[in-house]
């Protein structure tokens, strides 16, 4: 695991968006796994602006996101599906054939799990996976005590990610109870994972992630288990990580050719 300390989350997206950028040129047909939330949106316009100022071709990308909501129509403002083309696709030049996004209006929802599932297989399997982390440790809609080898299905939120997510809809009680996410198994057979954290809210949880031992009750905490993994973080969200200065003496003399 590589943990990226910056001052600030702009600092840190830009590292990201190198990260994504290295490789899309190496692999133009990359498939990347995509996450939602306040969280990935530096990355999301670092993106667009590579594409848009320095001409990085998206063309070929395949992607994936991580959930949706349950009985939330994709046109909906709160839905992910708008959430990604206001944010990230109107800006790329990716085939809409070529993006997928979990259907929270399915009318057999196992069955679309399984569908889903068999799709990131077909197209050869996830290159890269951007993550967040909510502020109780869980990865997608993978909750709490949620199992380490789950695959795409259904989850019930917890109160406190309902909370969490309450201030993107008009009332607390329009927040849906149920989702469609990528298991913790999906997340982890990803060949990359690039997680962001910003944010003192989020400093507890980044510990027990990175510094914690390997638990269900804190599924972030399973990417230990990865052999690729690239943690982005700010001041506010590094604050309570033991192992800092190890850290940055780690970032600051890495060999140019690891360099971003």
Same mark, same amino acid.
């Given at each position: 695991?590589?943990?990226?300390?910056?001052?600030?989350?702009? *600092?840190?997206?830009?590292?990201?968006?190198?990260?994504?950028?290295?490789?899309?040129?190496?692999?133009?047909?990359?498939?990347?796994?995509?996450?939602?939330?306040?969280?990935?949106?530096?990355?999301?316009?670092?993106?667009?602006?590579?594409?848009?100022?320095?001409?990085?071709?998206?063309?070929?990308?395949?992607?994936?996101?991580?959930?949706?909501?349950?009985?939330?129509?994709?046109?909906?403002?709160?839905? =992910?599906?708008?959430?990604?083309?206001?944010?990230?696709?109107? &800006?790329?030049?990716?085939?809409?054939?070529?993006?997928?996004?979990?259907?929270?209006?399915?009318?057999?929802?196992?069955?679309?799990?399984?569908?889903?599932?068999?799709?990131?297989?077909?197209? &050869?399997?996830?290159?890269?996976?951007?993550?967040?982390?909510?502020?109780?440790?869980?990865?997608?809609?993978?909750?709490?005590?949620?199992?380490? %080898?789950?695959?795409?299905?259904?989850?019930?939120?917890?109160?406190? +990610?309902?909370?969490?997510?309450?201030?993107?809809?008009?009332?607390?009680?329009?927040?849906?109870?149920?989702?469609? +996410?990528? *298991?913790?198994?999906?997340?982890?057979?990803?060949?990359?994972?690039?997680?962001? %954290?910003?944010?003192?809210?989020?400093?507890?949880?980044?510990?027990?992630? /990175?510094? &914690?031992?390997?638990?269900?009750?804190?599924?972030?905490?399973?990417?230990?288990?990865?052999?690729?993994?690239? /943690?982005?973080?700010?001041?506010?969200? %590094?604050?309570?990580?033991?192992?800092?200065?190890?850290?940055?003496?780690? =970032?600051?003399?890495?060999?140019?050719?690891?360099?971003?």
């Amino acid at each position: 695991m590589e943990v990226l300390l910056h001052e600030n989350a702009d *600092g840190a997206s830009v590292v990201a968006g190198k990260i994504v950028a290295r490789l899309v040129r190496q692999k133009p047909n990359a498939v990347l796994g995509l996450a939602t939330g306040s969280t990935p949106l530096g990355l999301y316009r670092e993106l667009i602006r590579l594409h848009q100022d320095e001409g990085l071709d998206f063309s070929q990308v395949t992607t994936f996101n991580l959930d949706e909501y349950i009985g939330v129509d994709g046109n909906h403002p709160c839905s =992910y599906r708008r959430f990604m083309m206001e944010n990230l696709f109107s &800006g790329l030049n990716i085939p809409e054939s070529q993006i997928h996004i979990p259907d929270g209006l399915a009318s057999d929802i196992p069955a679309h799990c399984e569908a889903y599932e068999e799709a990131i297989q077909v197209a &050869g399997g996830i290159d890269l996976q951007v993550l967040g982390i909510g502020s109780d440790g869980h990865l997608g809609f993978n909750e709490p005590t949620s199992s380490l %080898a789950s695959r795409t299905r259904i989850k019930t939120l917890t109160k406190e +990610t309902r909370e969490d997510n309450a201030r993107f809809f008009e009332r607390p009680e329009d927040v849906p109870h149920h989702c469609i +996410t990528m *298991g913790m198994g999906t997340i982890l057979d990803s060949r990359v994972c690039l997680m962001l %954290a910003f944010g003192e809210n989020k400093a507890s949880a980044v510990a027990q992630a /990175v510094e &914690g031992p390997v638990s269900a009750m804190i599924p972030a905490s399973a990417l230990q288990l990865h052999p690729h993994v690239h /943690v982005l973080l700010d001041e506010g969200a %590094a604050r309570k990580l033991t192992r800092k200065d190890y850290y940055e003496h780690v =970032y600051d003399n890495k060999p140019a050719w690891q360099q971003y």
